[in-house]
């Protein structure tokens, strides 16, 4: 069996508003159709009206990935801006009302929104998934999905971007989290050690009727249903379109370390849940700015300090992908702070100018707008 491609392919949910007064907007179904002819399948509505999600096609390495998001954001930032409205991308409206809003174009969403009951009040979420593709070899994809929830913590910390929720500061780098975990089959994944034993678990609720496929599996990490990849769906979406490529080339290189490890007959540990649910609460609460427990030494220590250990192990592997730069660029984020700091600081700095509580969000977002736009006309890095 040849190894692994490990191509790249990432999706990202935006918030529509209103580029004056930053409010939540519907989609208009003709700024729907209008973006499907500029970008085709690569744009799609998603479960809130006031929300929109793009995905990328499938790029060979984080350059394709680049150019191609670059692209996509651009376009359909222009299609908005032409009818008044803008593109943020963080994972919670600051004070916007989900039950305001209506679901999403398509009797899909009403379904979904049937499914869960009281829970999609609350449901008004965007994230990011990123696909790593392993190929038709399933049984690696188990193996290496055993291993990389160890992982997950650190891709959300550095994802963090929905402090606000209904106007308050939450004192969690990602909400979001709090809101999409009511949901069910979400969270991180089961201990799984065969792929026979995922298709048999998942089969049983397709044959009982309860899901159509394993599509509605929901985990923080999950094999695709419909691509041969490993999809890590923890992540915030992330305002910095750079930052959003710095985290997909950090789960790329995982995965390739984890299989370098197996072709040389090694393994990650794979570690109790129950202690991987600590790490992951605590990047929820405190982002980059916390400590993680090393799970090796049994003790909390700085993220940023835990992050550059397991840079320098994938470094080899990053070196091989060609995302050496992006991956470096994940330190740059635990050391200057993620969106939901950022977020805070500019928040914070109206407050301070004397703005009122709801101005100051105002201003948070416009900036988080303008931060959208960095980088997509040329999808060149910056220097």
Request: include cysteine.
């Amino acid at each position: 069996m040849s190894d692994p491609a490990f191509s790249l392919g990432i999706e990202e949910e935006y918030l529509v508003v209103d580029k004056t007064t930053m409010d939540l907007a519907a989609v208009p179904d003709e700024m729907l159709r209008a973006a499907k002819k500029r970008l085709g399948d690569h744009v799609s509505p998603e479960f809130r009206d006031c929300q929109i999600e793009i995905g990328t096609s499938v790029a060979a390495d984080i350059a394709e990935a680049r150019a191609d998001l670059a692209h996509l954001r651009g376009g359909l930032a222009e299609v908005a801006d032409d009818r008044g409205l803008a593109l943020v991308a963080v994972s919670c409206h600051p004070w916007g009302d989900p039950e305001s809003q209506g679901t999403g174009h398509g009797a899909r969403y009403d379904k979904i929104a049937e499914d869960i009951g009281g829970i999609a009040r609350r449901l008004m979420t965007c994230g990011m998934h990123v696909h790593v593709g392993l190929g038709e070899d399933h049984e690696l994809r188990t193996d290496l999905m055993a291993q990389a929830t160890y992982f997950l913590p650190f891709v959300l910390a550095l994802s963090a971007s929905s402090p606000y929720w209904r106007g308050e500061d939450t004192r969690l780098s990602s909400w979001r989290l709090n809101i999409f975990d009511q949901c069910p089959r979400s969270g991180l994944p089961p201990r799984i050690d065969s792929w026979a034993e995922y298709r048999k678990m998942t089969g049983a609720l397709v044959e009982a009727g309860i899901i159509e496929d394993a599509s509605k599996i929901w985990w923080d990490l999950r094999p695709s249903e419909a691509w041969p990849t490993l999809e890590t769906r923890i992540a915030d979406v992330m305002p910095r379109m750079e930052e959003a490529l710095s985290v997909a080339a950090f789960v790329q290189c995982v995965m390739r370390m984890l299989w370098r490890l197996k072709t040389e007959n090694k393994r990650w540990r794979v570690y109790d849940r129950f202690l991987i649910e600590e790490n992951r609460w605590r990047a929820q609460r405190y982002g980059t700015e916390g400590t993680l427990l090393d799970l090796g030494r049994n003790e909390l220590r700085p993220m940023e300090e835990l992050l550059g250990e397991l840079e320098e192990m994938m470094e080899p592997d990053a070196q091989a992908l060609g995302c050496l730069d992006e991956l470096r660029g994940t330190r740059r984020i635990a050391h200057q702070g993620s969106s939901a700091t950022r977020q805070r600081r500019v928040y914070d700095a109206a407050i301070s100018n004397g703005a009122e509580p709801r101005e100051a969000l105002r201003e948070m977002l416009r900036g988080v707008s303008r931060e959208f736009l960095e980088g997509v006309e040329s999808g060149v890095s910056p220097k």
